[in-house]
């Protein structure tokens, strides 16, 4: 039972293969110029390829940039987590600078039960290890420490909480296949200095944000090694995340053992139970319009206390019933009120007015009375739905 544990963390669902193949595209594989020069292979071949895959270990060096059209998130993000009083080495506060700009990341993986990420910033590193029932993080820069004990069964869980690698980005895109989306081999290319194969996957509809998702599969073993999403608004991706450098040997041991820094302040993470708490509810409620079915918060209106869906697939909005109208000009935060201000756009239709706050991928309109609508949408889609809404 423990090694299909440990098998199923990592490999997509046999079951994806079938349900996508209906709506594959079997279009051969052609190397460009300068590509790799792989046998040919349809779509359905490499997804699974992909499921085929074991690998269960692996290091090497992570990149990853996101671009989500926003101002610079770094003012934002301390004024509103500033005086938590968890401490600088606290994962929640740490790896949220990975929600815009570039880093470079340091990966180690030995099954579900181990897992190693660095995070390089000049002379400076943030680690998070994950070692059996124990979760250490370190911030070089304070001298801090975040310590956190789980319980043995939920050793599994908390690996899946670490930051994906592109094959756990590459699973949750693959779960979403269906009448909606297109699914293509798009030629070769040369990923961390291995040969792998480009799988495209695509809306269908009109409306979506989204252009394509990208992901580099190699060729060998059937991991995923890059994700790549874009906008339909062009320009950088919105996420480009991917191994510069990869070997799928065993890390060593000592990859995965920490010793507390000699004079660092140490922060047990007990008391954070309550902020993790507040933020899978926060999931929940949002979670259908970032493409995770199933998902449902109390609170926000819809069935069972969840938002109410509207449209399908790559499409779908989530209208949220706060029950509160929209903030009033100061209300909020400086530091918020100047973000939401950086990129809010004032609409008006039958439904009424209300602000449209954009990013490159997720788009949502609030209206005067306080009603959420949400989606990875385009502006006119939101308007449109909230208009037949009335």
């Known amino acids: 039972m423990a090694q299909t544990r440990k098998a199923s963390r990592y490999i997509v669902p046999v079951a994806v293969a079938g349900a996508a193949a209906a709506t594959i595209g079997l279009v051969p594989a ?159 290319a040369k990923v961390a200095g291995r040969d792998a194969y480009q799988l495209v996957i695509a809306p269908k509809q009109s409306g979506s944000t989204v252009e394509s998702v990208k992901i580099a599969v190699d060729a060998a073993t059937g991991t995923p090694l890059k994700f790549t999403l874009a906008s339909v608004q062009g320009g950088k991706p919105v996420l480009d995340a991917g191994f510069t450098k990869v070997d799928f040997g065993r890390p060593a041991a000592s990859e995965f053992t920490f010793q507390v820094p000699k004079g660092a302040k140490v922060t047990e993470g007990g008391a954070q139970a309550a902020g993790k708490d507040a933020e899978k509810e926060l999931e929940k409620g949002f979670g259908p319009a970032l493409g995770a079915p199933g998902l449902g918060g109390p609170g926000f209106g819809g069935p069972d206390g969840g938002p109410n869906v509207i449209g399908e697939g790559w499409t779908t909005i989530a209208k949220l019933g706060t029950g509160a109208a929209a903030p009033g000009k100061g209300e909020a935060p400086k530091e918020v009120q100047g973000f939401l201000d950086s990129f809010g756009e004032k609409v008006t239709g039958s439904f009424g007015s209300g602000t449209v706050f954009s990013t490159k991928l997720v788009n949502a309109l609030m209206t005067d009375d306080g009603t959420v609508y949400v989606g990875a949408v385009t502006k006119d889609a939101l308007v449109n739905a909230a208009n037949a809404d009335k």
């Open 30 to 188: 052609l190397a460009a110029s300068g590509d790799p020069d792989l046998p040919e292979i349809t779509a359905q071949q490499l997804i699974e390829k992909i499921a085929a895959s074991d690998t269960q270990t692996l290091s090497g060096t992570f990149k990853i940039s996101t671009d989500l059209g926003l101002p610079a998130l770094d003012g934002l993000l301390s004024g509103v987590a500033g005086g938590g009083g968890s401490g600088s080495a606290d994962p929640s506060e740490q790896l949220t600078r990975l929600v815009s700009g570039t880093h470079t990341l340091r990966v180690a993986a030995d099954g579900p039960e181990r897992q190693r990420l660095t995070l390089l910033d000049g002379k400076n590193e943030y680690s998070l290890v994950h070692n059996g029932t124990d979760v250490w993080a370190y911030d070089s820069a304070s001298n801090e420490v975040f310590h956190e004990k789980t319980p043995a069964e939920a050793g599994e869980q908390r690996g899946e909480e670490l930051p994906g690698t592109p094959k756990q980005l590459a699973d949750e895109v693959l779960k979403a296949a269906g009448d909606t989306t297109s699914i293509t081999v798009g030629g070769t």
